[in-house]
């Protein structure tokens, strides 16, 4: 199903790496609870500035700062 979606079109998928390695290297550096998959939306969020993330996560990510040194825009769900 996820698949589908990427291959229709619906979900588009957005490579960082080998790019964007050193900046997710510094966000894993800065913050001891980030994992991976945080920095990378952290990353992607510099680069998409006015996309939301939609994350039930709402401790870490309102911890994470971008780049501009403003946080990552969310939706956080009750949950």
Do not use: W
């Amino acid at each position: 199903m996820l698949m589908d979606s990427v291959e229709n079109g619906f979900l588009c998928v957005h490579p960082i790496f080998p790019a964007q390695t050193a900046r997710i290297k510094e966000l894993l550096n800065k913050y001891d609870c980030m994992d991976l998959a945080d920095a990378t939306l952290v990353v992607l969020s510099e680069q998409y500035p006015k996309a939301k993330l939609i994350t039930l996560d709402k401790k870490d990510f309102t911890i994470y700062r971008r780049h501009d040194g403003l946080p990552v825009p969310c939706i956080m769900p009750e949950g």
